[in-house]
């Protein structure tokens, strides 16, 4: 069974960076990937990225993602992260963490969520 739970969020100003941590607090994780997701005040949820749990290789939603955000994971530890860099006042959203079992199915077993809030 896949419980993610996410954490590391808070109150950042701009400029700084951020990391954020999902734990899968249930067996070992044994999935195709984790991704983080994002939702932003009044608007809908969206793909920030994911990565493959086995051999590491990440996938960003644009190319504007993948040069300020950075997705990393740690086996050993069933922790997969997400760095952001240069954070600004856009990035202000609840970030969530979820699981992809097999190659083609899509995501699940949600984490409840961590809030960043980026001041300017």
């Known amino acids: 069974q896949v419980q993610l739970q996410e954490s590391g969020g808070g109150l950042v100003q701009a400029g700084k960076s951020l990391r954020l941590t999902c734990t899968q607090t249930?067996?070992?994780?044994?999935?195709?990937?984790m991704g983080w997701f994002r939702q932003g005040p009044g608007k809908a949820r969206e793909f920030v990225g994911k990565?493959?749990?086995?051999?590491?290789?990440?996938?960003y939603a644009s190319s504007k993602n993948e040069g300020r955000f950075t997705i990393s994971r740690d086996t050993a530890k069933n922790t997969m992260y997400l760095q952001i860099h240069v954070l600004n006042p856009e990035d202000t959203a609840v970030y969530y963490c979820?699981?992809?079992?097999?190659?083609?199915?899509?995501?699940?077993?949600w984490g409840q969520g961590t809030q960043v809030t980026v001041s300017s």
């Open positions: 990565i493959t749990w086995t051999r590491g290789i990440t996938y």
């Open positions: 249930g067996p070992t994780f044994n999935g195709y990937a």
């Open positions: 979820a699981a992809q079992i097999n190659r083609t199915g899509s995501f699940g077993s």
